[in-house]
């Protein structure tokens, strides 16, 4: 019996550590919300630019794209280009939506201190 109620009050203190750690996460600042903001806006920054490449690779220009070493395209390096491409397009995809829900979060922490 005694085992039983120790282990209903570890349970129970448990649930309640986990409750109150979730309560702390949602204080976020809008400060941090801002730079959060600016590192996504660079993250897709760089993805528009490694897709930009992936596309000139493509299309026969890729002189300066970052994984080209002559001028003859193989096989390996067009299905590379391929790959990187849709991982471009996906991790786009992603970041725009992660934007979108942070700036739902700013206007709506922004219309509560007005």
């Given at each position: 019996?005694?085992?039983?109620?120790?282990i209903v009050a570890l349970f129970a203190?448990?649930?309640?550590?986990?409750?109150?750690?979730?309560?702390?996460?949602?204080?976020?600042?809008?400060?941090?919300?801002?730079?959060?903001?600016?590192?996504?806006?660079?993250?897709?920054?760089?993805?528009?630019?490694?897709?930009?490449?992936?596309?000139?690779?493509?299309?026969?220009?890729?002189?300066?794209?970052?994984?080209?070493?002559?001028?003859?395209?193989?096989?390996?390096?067009?299905?590379?280009?391929?790959?990187?491409?849709?991982?471009?397009?996906?991790?786009?995809?992603?970041?725009?939506?992660?934007?979108?829900?942070?700036?739902?979060?700013?206007?709506?922490?922004?219309?509560?201190?007005?």
């Amino acid at each position: 019996m005694k085992k039983r109620f120790l282990i209903v009050a570890l349970f129970a203190l448990f649930l309640g550590g986990i409750a109150v750690a979730q309560s702390q996460e949602q204080a976020s600042t809008l400060t941090e919300l801002q730079a959060d903001k600016e590192k996504l806006e660079a993250k897709l920054a760089k993805t528009l630019k490694t897709q930009a490449e992936a596309k000139d690779f493509l299309a026969g220009k890729h002189k300066d794209a970052f994984f080209a070493f002559n001028k003859n395209i193989s096989k390996k390096q067009r299905k590379i280009a391929k790959m990187v491409l849709r991982g471009t397009k996906r991790q786009e995809k992603q970041i725009k939506k992660d934007l979108k829900r942070l700036n739902k979060r700013i206007e709506k922490i922004s219309k509560l201190e007005d």
